[in-house]
């Protein structure tokens, strides 16, 4: 059983930066992507930024300019950069991992930025 363990959440405030990590039990070079996804209270999960095992990343609108997902195969950890974040980017963040069997999901960190 594969596991994504995230760190990185916290509170911030609005404005401010955080940088989530993900850490799978196995190779990143295993996964056809990775990437991360949010779900704020009440709403559906969403996608936030996805990279591919070929080098292409795609983000959100909402978080193109601000987010930058990276990968870094000798720490075998997907991050994502967050900077000037807003109250709207509270939510519960999910680091997402798919190869060709199957998906997995880490446990969620939370994100709070405060006003």
């Known amino acids: 059983q594969v596991q994504l363990v995230e760190s990185g959440g916290g509170l911030v405030q609005a404005g401010g930066s955080l940088r989530l990590s993900c850490a799978p039990s196995r190779s990143i070079d295993g996964f056809n992507d990775m990437g991360w996804y949010r779900q704020a209270p009440g709403q559906q999960r969403e996608l936030v930024a996805i990279?591919?095992?070929?080098?292409?990343?795609d983000y959100a609108d909402s978080a193109k300019g601000r987010f930058t997902i990276s990968r870094d195969n000798v720490k075998n950890t997907v991050y994502l950069q967050m900077n000037s974040l807003k109250p709207e980017d509270t939510a519960v963040y999910y680091c997402?991992?798919?190869?060709?069997?199957?998906?997995?999901w880490g446990q969620g960190t939370q994100v709070t930025v405060s006003s």
């Open positions: 990279s591919s095992s070929d080098g292409r990343t």
């Open positions: 997402h991992a798919r190869d060709g069997w199957d998906t997995y």
